[in-house]
């Protein structure tokens, strides 16, 4: 063997021990959560307020706590984010301003969730006056989850080439009717997976909606967006680490755990599908 | 013969932001003639012909100087609504644009952009410019289909076809042959010479023998200028200019 197939066979061997690694990283936490977890779904444990000292029961108040908080960070997150990537995309000149404010925009993606839950508390629940609720909870989730739904519409905006602009507006069409006809309908779809990819993220924080919303703890469903929730991330923390005996109550933690991730791949799973649907139908 | 001007330049210049790309341009396009666009690449040519219907106002950093009169008014003036000026000087492209719709929704595209509701008065005018851009025959079973299913050379007719549909005055044409096999080459220069009877026709051509078989005038350019202007059978004969002259047949460019 000469050294040039020496080289190309070891470097195989060891992109594939890599690759091998992470995906054994990534069955043995799905076969841990899985194998510990599965146990406890059950029917009640779905659809059941936690009991006695949440030591029995369910987390069907988590379930719906996340759910509501959930569709609130899509208010917020949705429009803003979809509106500000079209201004940026199709209105904002390029220059050294848009170019700044895009990089802000990107670099707050990377801001630590725990700062957002700060910034939530000083502005929705203090400055608002909106209290620790729902509202408050939400919107937080949503100011996180905007950095990946501009960047994520703006790539989408991106990839409609220029020739349907240019088109549109040659024949007679003002610029919002070419983004309309002849631009929006096929980047909504980019558009809508990268908000649900965000949206699936911000469903499973816990940083957040610590200090703007999350209970420990009720015995009854959120009334209105002005109440406190519980949230299966939060439910799964003070399962996982506060509760006064962790030990006994850590199959509900891991049936909690095994519920989010199912929540949050099945948000994945909903954007892949509509995104093959509508560019199926676009294509036909 | 002013009042046969459809198109008057006078004075043009332009500008990509600090880099003048038009110089001085003096052009008449004439009421139902086909003007031919020739030069070497990058002297203008389709600069030139995107300042017609203000389609370079889309670049940001671009500035025009001068008058093109449109029957006789600025189009650059600023009480002029740019949307009106290009539906009325319409514009087919280098590379065929059809929209990602069905061939009759791509020709309905700019009568629904322009407010029409009327259903029947949309299919027939769907119709008729198809059978306009001689493209109906080959179609009419299946207006319903993806135009992206046409050939290259029936997309192009499709787009002339949707260019029609709001009834411009003037249509620019970019090079609309240059990715087209000689048949279909042929059959969008057949219907250059069918709709100068009703339209102003303005084309870009890299193509000597194009320019010289579907052009009434041709306008020469070069380094941004406007070598020469007259009508074609005289500058394909007897130009007034020697530069002219090695360009059409052929020695540099």
Known sequence: ????????????????????????IIIVIFVDIISKGFSVISWEFLTQPPRKGMT????????????????????????????????????????????????????????PSIVYGLFGVVIFVQLMRFGTCILSAGFTLGLMTLPWTITASEEALKNVPQSYRDGSLALGATKWQAIKTNVLPYAVPGMLTGTILGLARAAGETAPILF?????????????????????PYHLYIMATQHHDIEMVRPIAYGTALVLIVLVLSMNLFAIILRYRLRKVRKE | MTENIKIKVKDFDFYYGDNLALKKVNVDIYRNKVLGIIGPSGCGKSTFLRSLNRMNDVITGTRAEGDVLLEGKNIYDPDVDVVDIRRRVGMVFQKSNPFPKSIFENVANGLRINGVRDKNFISDKVENSLKGAALWDEVKYRLNHNAFDLSGGQQQRLCIARALAVEPEVVLMDEPASALDPTATLKIEELIQELKKNYTIAIVTHNMQQAARVSDYTAFFMLGELVEYDETSKMFTNPSKKITEEYITGRFG
């Open chain 1, 56 to 111: 029995q029961g369910g987390i069907f108040p988590a379930i719906v706590g996340t759910f509501m908080v959930t569709v609130m960070t899509a208010v917020l997150a949705v429009p803003l984010g979809m509106g500000c990537a079209i201004y940026l995309n199709e209105y904002a000149n390029d220059n050294k301003l848009t170019r700044l404010i895009r990089m802000s925009i990107r670099n707050l993606s990377g801001v």
């Open chain 1, 1 to 24: 063997m000469n050294n040039r197939t020496i080289e190309q066979r070891t470097g195989f061997i060891l992109l594939s021990l890599f690759f091998l690694i992470v995906l054994a």
């Open chain 1, 212 to 232: 703007t919303g999350a209970a420990f703890f009720l015995p009854f469903l959120p009334k209105s967006i002005f109440d406190q929730f519980m949230a299966l």
